[in-house]
Structure formats: C-alpha cells, structure tokens
C-alpha cells in the first residue's frame, strides 16, 4: 500500500531491506548451523590433536570409530600405545564433556532468555549456578560423612542430582520473586539473583571449614570452573542428563516464540503457558545441575552464545536453539584447548578465560540496551 | 466483499453469552454481575470510564482471569477450555504489545498461524494479504521494536487477523475478534481503517467485542453497546438505544450532548468548554 511506505520515508533510502521476507532469515539460519556443525566436527578434532603431546589425530580417528563399536584391549596395531592413551582416555573424554557441557550451557541460557524475556537471562548470572554449585558442593564434602547413604545409593549420579536440586530451587525462588502477574522485572531477577547466588555461595563458604585437604582443593578448582579430571566416568554421569534436556528443548521453541509476546498473548494463541514455563525451569535446572556437577562454575556461556547468534539468525528459537548448542559446543572446546595449552604444563582453570572473554561483553550487551531495558 | 446477512437468534451456539459474570483479583471485586449476549455477525461495543471493568471483562472472556457465574462461547463454558481450543476459535488484540526480542514484522504476524501444515507460500501470502489489511504492506522485513505504536498496533492486529482469518470457515462455527482498544494509539485515518475491518468481520459472519475509547466511533460502527460503571453493567442495548446522551452523561459523570452535523451523522460533544 502506497501511504503506508510513504509515512515512512526512513526507510526509502533501504528500501530493498524491507523487503526481506520470511524464508530469508530462515535460509541463513540452516546455512549457520550447518557452518556450525563442521565447525564442531574440526574443533573437536583440534581439541585432540593439540596438547604438550602431538598426536597424529586423523590416524587415529577411524581406529577410535573401530574401538567404540568392539572395545579391544591395547593400542591398535602401527599406533604408539602413549598416543592410544592420551587421546581415548584423556583427550576424547575432555572433548566430549566440553561439547556436552558447552552445548547445555549456551541452550540453558537461551531457554531462560526466552523465558525470562531478557537477553540478560543466564543461569550464571541469575544465581542457577551457584545454587547447583551448593548442591554439588554438598556432596563433594559430605560424601563420605553425612551423606554417605545417600552418596552409595545414587553412585556417580548423586553429585549431578544434587546439583540439579539446588538448580531447580533457585530457579524456582527466582521465578517467584521475580514475576508478578506475568511480568518479569529485570531488576528485581538481577538483584534477586545476586542475593540468592551471595547466599549460596556463603552455605558453599561454611563447607570449607569442614572439607579436609582434598575435598579443599576439589572444592577450589571446580569452583572456578574446569574440565581437568574429565574422565569416561564424568562423561557417563552428565551425557544422560545433558542429552534428554537437548532432545527436549526443540520441542519448546513454538512456546518460547510465542512468549517473546508476554505470557498473557502467548496464551491467546493457545500456548499453554504454565507448563512451558514448568518444563523449561526443569530442563534448565537440571542441564545447569549436570554441568555444573562435572566442570564447576563456567560463566559467560550461556549469555554470548545465543546473543551472537540472535544478531545473525534472529531471535526465532526453532533455529536459535540447536544452533546455541552447536556453538556453545566449539566455543568451550576451543576454550578448553587454549585453557590447558597457555599456560602449559600447568592448566588455566577454563572459567577464567571465559570470564575474560564474557564479562566485558555482558558489559558491552548492557551498555547498547541501557535505557531500553528499563534498568 | 460478501455481506451476508446473519440471523443471531437462531442459533444461540454460535454466540458469546455472559451470565452473572463476576470477576476478582485478589479479593478485590473488579466486576459484579455482568450478563450480555453478543450474536456472531455483530459488532459489541464494551464503554465506560477508566477503571470500570472494561478490560478486566475481556481478560476473563480470554481466559486470563477466572471468573464466577457462567460465560459461553460457541456453547462452550470458556472455563472449562484449554488455551488451545480457545486459540482455535478466538483471536485476542491487546492493549499493550511489548517484544522481549527484534522480531520481524512477518515474524511476529507469523505467531498467528496455527496451522502448521500451510506450506511456506502460503504463510507468506497469509501473511502479506494481512499485513495489507491493516495497511502495512511491504513492512514484512522491518523490526517489531523499530515502528511506531499504530504500526506496532497494527502489526498485532495482523497477527490476530491470521489466527482466525475466516469469520465462518468450514466447520461453519463464526470466529470472533475480541480486540482491546484497537483503536487507542492510531491517528484518525487508521482509526477508520480497522474500524471498517472490523465491521467487515462482523458483517461476514464474525462476532467482534471490542473495548472502546471513543464514543463516536462505538456510535458509528457497534451494533450492540455494554456501558460499564465501577464494575458493573450500567446498559446493554442496541446501539440506537444505548447511545444517547442520558446514558453516556450517567456513564462518565460528565455533561454529553447530542449533536447533529452535517450529512446526519450525530457526534457526542461535551457543550462548554471543559472546567476541572
């Protein structure tokens, strides 16, 4: 209609973008995540190759895909026995917890963004984290005392379930205390998640008094948040966990669409809003839970990841989702790898170097929003 | 355009009714004792001051909020259905439409399309045919956050118009527009626009309920007229009967007149120039 772009004139002068329809975006999006998907496949396959050992990962790659369908014992034949062990038992495990854990954080974020209706949403900031970090923490120093019971009934799975409950309160508490009649106050979630994490994070504190030496220093390094110690174990403890939430989330993003329109228009057009938002704290929570549970606090994740991709595939969470998952994955390999690499033989806890990396871009995200935001 | 004429009284099942429909949030009682009957193929005006239950009213007839008494819609207790089966037959404007993230505008008018069997094509041409509608053609690629509160007002209005885009589609139950406010942020040209469009529904074979602002709109375009003071029914009526000044003066506590102008058309006018 003429008088409609007339009214209008800005936008004469771009004229040809507005006319960009809805297959466009949506064109971008699968070229994205396929991009993102090679770019996982070669980022896994740097995560293996580089380390104080050089390790000839190509070689290896096809007797790894042999080992994993019949388990032999021993190198394959014209494989050194050191390069066998340091890529199977060290580096695969490492990588494919940083993938899993990547994955759910940069997802964990995205949900609660969606959720939450703010792009500032994220486990880690919120408090989420530092909840699950005082269930794990729990059990990481009680363990064998008080909650040795507990410890022998769930075997390897009661840190990551512990940490999933302390998740799910904190997000719980959160959503109450920061949504009233459907609407999400950004202040209040940030200062409410402030507290909740500084009073988590004081239980976490009372536990050191009760720690011995190396629960301490269990309790310190994971607290900055790391994949070292990553072992087949810790891969076994969180894959369920991880993967069932990443399965499931597809299913929310129609919901999540619809929520960008505030919960009461969501309704009207016939999201059943209640249980999206019941099924997407659990997910979170238990997501957050197993990853923090293996690597301890790695912060940022969950903020740029599905940040950088909203500016270049758009906000729709068909897309935004699998695709965070992917990035999410290269991104804590990647910084993984350089996290065990610069300051070698000694290892940078991966938390820093994403803190490094995040915080001054969580800065930067606030800094174009002020004054939109409402903070 | 098919301006087929409806008979409401044949077929109560295809109507909204509202039987002593009280409404509280909290304990506060926002609504007491609300009864009217809107009739697919009609226009139902809802007026009447700032707080006196107009919007609460349409909260709870979208199953926002729960009420006491009964309310049918199609000759079902809306309490009692789910937001999908509502969602199917109603499409709801609200007042203030807020986008957590940059949308684009086909996106957002895309949210409206339940059936996710339609084919690409034919979303987009959906899409576009109601973009047009509300006279935002070619707006498809621009950013929600980036128009004007009409356009972003009119952009919502396309997305419920795609909801329930036949008044009367096959499965012969009328869909209906509950809309609050359409009018509110539009300069006067707009105004018209989606008054017509609204009218048109109806005339189609719809039912709208529309919270209103601007009496000589209601006058123009309604066919029935709920008047709403301090939360209860005050009149409920054909337009001819409900709109006259004696009713809209009680109703606002505030002197109304009648005019005539030119061409016949009557305008409500305050008489003086306004004392507060």
Not at chain 1, 162 to 190: D, H, K, Q
Not at chain 1, 288 to 313: E, K, M, N, Q, Y
Not at chain 2, 141 to 154: F, H, I, N, V
Request: glycine share 10%.
């Amino acid at each position: 209609m003429s008088e409609a772009t007339a009214s209008v004139p800005r936008i004469a002068s771009w004229s040809g973008f507005s006319q960009v329809k809805l297959g466009n975006r949506e064109a971008l999006a699968r070229a994205v995540m396929l991009l993102l998907g090679v770019l996982l496949v070669a980022t896994m396959l740097a995560g293996l190759a580089i380390g104080p050992i050089s390790v000839p990962v190509l070689e290896l790659v096809p007797h790894l895909a042999r080992h994993i369908a019949s388990p032999v014992e021993g190198a394959p034949d014209g494989v050194l026995l050191r390069d066998w062990i340091v890529v199977k038992d060290i580096r695969l495990p490492r990588v494919v917890l940083g993938a899993l854990v990547g994955a759910a954080l940069a997802v964990s974020g995205a949900v609660m963004q969606g959720l939450f209706r703010n792009p500032l949403a994220d486990p880690g900031i919120v408090g989420v984290s530092a909840g699950a970090g005082l269930g794990a923490a729990l059990f990481i120093v009680l363990g064998n005392t008080a909650l040795a019971s507990v410890m022998s009934l769930l075997g390897i799975y009661a840190v990551p379930l512990a940490a999933f409950v302390g998740g799910l309160i904190t997000t719980l508490l959160l959503y109450r205390i920061g949504t009233r009649g459907g609407i999400t106050s950004v202040a209040t979630l940030l200062l409410a998640g402030i507290a909740l994490g500084a009073l988590t994070g004081a239980m976490t504190g009372l536990l050191v008094y009760v720690a011995d030496d190396q629960e301490l220093r269990d309790l310190q390094f994971w607290g900055l948040g790391s994949l070292a110690g990553a072992n087949w174990e810790k891969v076994a403890s969180a894959a369920p966990i991880i993967l069932v939430m990443l399965f499931c989330v597809p299913f929310l993003s129609r919901g999540l669409n619809g929520l960008t329109l505030g919960e009461a228009a969501a309704s009207h057009i016939g999201i059943r809003v209640q249980r999206l938002k019941n099924i997407a704290i659990l997910l979170v929570a238990a997501a957050t839970g197993a990853s923090v549970a293996v690597s301890g606090g790695i912060g940022f994740v969950g903020i740029v990841v599905p940040h950088l991709l909203r500016l270049t595939i758009g906000p729709d969470h068909r897309y935004l989702l699998p695709a965070s998952a992917l990035l999410g994955a290269c991104l804590l390999i990647a910084a993984d790898t350089l996290s065990r690499t610069i300051v070698a033989p000694a290892e940078m806890p991966i938390g820093i170097i994403t803190a490094f990396a995040g915080a001054p871009f969580f800065l930067w995200i606030l800094l174009r929003k002020r004054g939109l935001t409402g903070l | 355009m098919l301006h087929q004429k409806i008979d409401p009284s044949t077929n109560v099942d295809r109507n909204l009714c509202a039987e002593n429909v009280s409404i509280s949030i909290g304990k506060t009682p926002i609504v007491r004792d609300v009864s009217f009957e809107a009739a697919s193929g009609e226009l139902l005006a809802i007026i009447g001051p700032s707080g006196s239950g107009k919007t609460t009213l349409l909260r709870a007839l979208t199953g926002e909020l729960s009420y006491e008494g009964h309310a049918f819609l199609s000759g079902r207790e809306l309490g009692g259905m789910s937001a999908e089966d509502q969602a199917v037959l109603r499409g709801v404007l609200p007042q203030i439409s807020q986008i957590s993230f940059p949308l684009t505008v086909s996106e957002v008018v895309a949210l409206g399309l339940l059936d996710r069997r339609a084919g690409r094509l034919q979303r987009e041409t959906r899409i576009s045919e109601a973009l047009a509608k509300v006279g935002l053609a070619g707006f498809e690629g621009r950013t929600y956050q980036d128009l004007s509160g009409g356009e972003q007002q009119r952009t919502q209005l396309a997305r419920v118009l795609c909801q329930v885009w036949d008044p009367v589609p096959a499965d012969g139950q009328p869909r209906w527009l509950f809309l609050d406010e359409p009018v509110s942020s539009l300069d006067i040209k707009h105004q018209y626009q989606i008054m017509h469009l609204a009218a048109d529904y109806a005339a189609r074979g719809g039912g709208v309920v529309a919270v209103m602002h601007d009496l000589n709109l209601t006058a123009e375009f309604a066919n029935k007229v709920l008047v709403m003071k301090c939360g209860k029914q005050l009149a409920y009526g054909s337009n001819e009967s409900v709109m006259c000044s004696g009713t809209l003066t009680t109703a606002y506590d505030f002197q109304l007149d009648l005019v005539e102008v030119r061409s016949g058309r009557k305008l409500f006018l305050h008489p003086a120039p306004v004392k507060i």
